[in-house]
């Protein structure tokens, strides 16, 4: 055992003689964590991650931040830099030719939850009140 100085709230506390101790406990390394300037780490790549099929780019202090309020998506930065301002909760941003990874100021619009949630129920085959059409039932062995 050994004792430790935190690095974050400066508390000491015993820890296991290991490699790597330097604070007190998970959330003390968090914190300290969230605060760190990325950008002076080895593996940045300029603020610009690929998250599931989407371009996130580094915004700390962005209102709408998102993944531990450090990324705001690429397409969503574009369409408030056209509209001037930030966007609520309830707006979406639709890519026209549906490539995610166009984030061109001509293929996005601005829609509201709803109505981006027709467009891809429509997308898919689905009636405007999203339910199965009677043919996407058959070709799977419903409703013969």
């Excluded at 820890?15 to 101790?21: E, L, Q």
């Excluded at 700390?60 to 001037?84: C, F, Q, S, W």
């Excluded at 979406?92 to 030719?97: A, R």
Aim: net charge positive.
């Amino acid at each position: 055992m050994k004792e430790i100085k935190c690095r974050q709230c400066g508390n000491v506390t015993t820890k296991f003689d290991r490699d790597g101790d330097f604070f007190c406990n998970r959330a003390c390394y968090m914190e300290w964590r969230n605060r760190q300037d990325l950008t002076r780490a080895t593996s940045w790549c300029g603020g610009r991650v690929k998250i599931s099929k989407y371009w996130y780019v580094y915004k700390p202090d962005h209102p709408n931040a998102m993944h531990g309020k450090r990324y705001v998506a690429e397409h969503r930065l574009v369409m408030e830099g056209l509209i001037g301002r930030f966007l609520t909760p309830h707006e979406d941003v639709h890519h026209i030719d549906e490539n995610t990874e166009n984030n061109e100021p001509s293929n996005l619009e601005l829609v509201t939850h709803k109505q981006h949630s027709v467009k891809s129920a429509n997308k898919k085959g689905r009636k405007q009140n999203g339910q199965f059409t009677t043919t996407q039932i058959q070709s799977v062995g419903y409703g013969k």
